[in-house]
T-cell receptor, first 117, second 111 residues
Framework: GAVVSQHPSRVICKSGTSVKIECRSL??????MFWYRQFPKQSLMLMAT?????????EQGVEKDKFLINHASLTLSTLTVTSAHPEDSSFYIC?????????????FGEGSWLTVV | KQEVTQIPAALSVPEGENLVLNCSFT??????LQWFRQDPGKGLTSLLL?????REQTSGRLNASLDKSSGRSTLYIAASQPGDSATYLC??????????FGQGTELSVKP
C-alpha cells in the first residue's frame, strides 16, 4: 500500500533556531499534503494544506511566516519551523492524499517529535 | 464550523469485553468518516472508512456505523484484547477534503 515517510522522527533544537521536517510520498504522487500538530493528550489540529506548485493554505490562527511550507514536487512537502520556541514543541504529522482528490484515501506519516530547548 | 466530539475520553475494560466508542459531528455535510488508531508517540493507522452514503463498515472484530443525519458514528470492538489498547480517533472529511478530528478515546484493555 501507499507509504508516507517523515523525517526526522525526533529532533531537538535550541530556542531561536529553525528546523525542517520532510514529508515524502514514497510510491505515489501527492498533489495535496496536509500538516497537523498534536499536543500531548490532544487531538490532531490541521495547520495547513500544502499544494504542489502553489502556496500553502493555512488554517486560522497558524502563522504562515513561522511555519513555512514548501511543496516543490509531487512527492515532497517540507515544514520549516522558524525561530522555534519551547511552546512549538509538539508532534507534527503529515498526510498525503492519493491523486489529490477529495474522498481518496489519505495516508499518514509516522510523525515527527519536535522538542525546543 | 465542523466540530467532532468523542465520548468517552478514556475507557478501561477487562479483556474479552465488547465495547462501543462514540463520535458525533455538528455538520452533516461530510464526504466520509474515518476511524483511526494511534499508538503512543506514533502516527495514525486507518481502521475503517465509511463513505457518506454508507451506513456501516466491518473489518474483523471492528464495526463502524454512520448516521449522517443525526451526526453520529460508533466504533464497536468485539472481544477486546490487550493489543487493542491505543487511542482511537474519529475524523470527518469535509467537502473541501480536510479531515477534522475528534479528541480521541484512550482505550486500555486489561489482561
Amino acid at each position: 500500500g501507499a507509504v508516507v515517510s517523515q523525517h526526522p522522527s525526533r529532533v531537538i533544537c535550541k530556542s531561536g533556531t529553525s528546523v525542517k521536517i520532510e514529508c515524502r510520498s514514497l510510491d505515489f504522487q501527492a498533489t495535496t499534503m496536509f500538516w497537523y500538530r498534536q499536543f500531548p493528550k490532544q487531538s490532531l489540529m490541521l495547520m495547513a494544506t500544502s499544494n504542489e506548485g502553489s502556496k500553502a493554505t493555512y488554517e486560522q490562527g497558524v502563522e504562515k511566516d513561522k511555519f513555512l511550507i514548501n511543496h516543490a514536487s509531487l512527492t515532497l512537502s517540507t515544514l520549516t519551523v522558524t525561530s522555534a520556541h519551547p511552546e512549538d514543541s509538539s508532534f507534527y504529522i503529515c498526510s498525503a492524499r492519493v491523486g489529490g482528490l477529495a474522498g481518496n484515501t489519505i495516508y499518514f506519516g509516522e510523525g515527527s517529535w519536535l522538542t525546543v530547548v | 464550523k465542523q466540530e467532532v466530539t468523542q465520548i468517552p475520553a478514556a475507557l478501561s475494560v477487562p479483556e474479552g469485553e465488547n465495547l462501543v466508542l462514540n463520535c458525533s459531528f455538528t455538520d452533516s455535510a461530510i464526504y466520509n468518516l474515518q476511524w483511526f488508531r494511534q499508538d503512543p508517540g506514533k502516527g495514525l493507522t486507518s481502521l475503517l472508512l465509511i463513505q457518506s452514503s454508507q451506513r456501516e463498515q466491518t473489518s474483523g472484530r471492528l464495526n463502524a456505523s454512520l448516521d449522517k443525519s443525526s451526526g453520529r458514528s460508533t466504533l464497536y470492538i468485539a472481544a477486546s484484547q490487550p493489543g487493542d489498547s491505543a487511542t482511537y480517533l474519529c475524523a470527518v472529511e469535509d467537502q473541501g477534503g480536510k479531515l477534522i478530528f475528534g479528541q480521541g478515546t484512550e482505550l486500555s484493555v486489561k489482561p
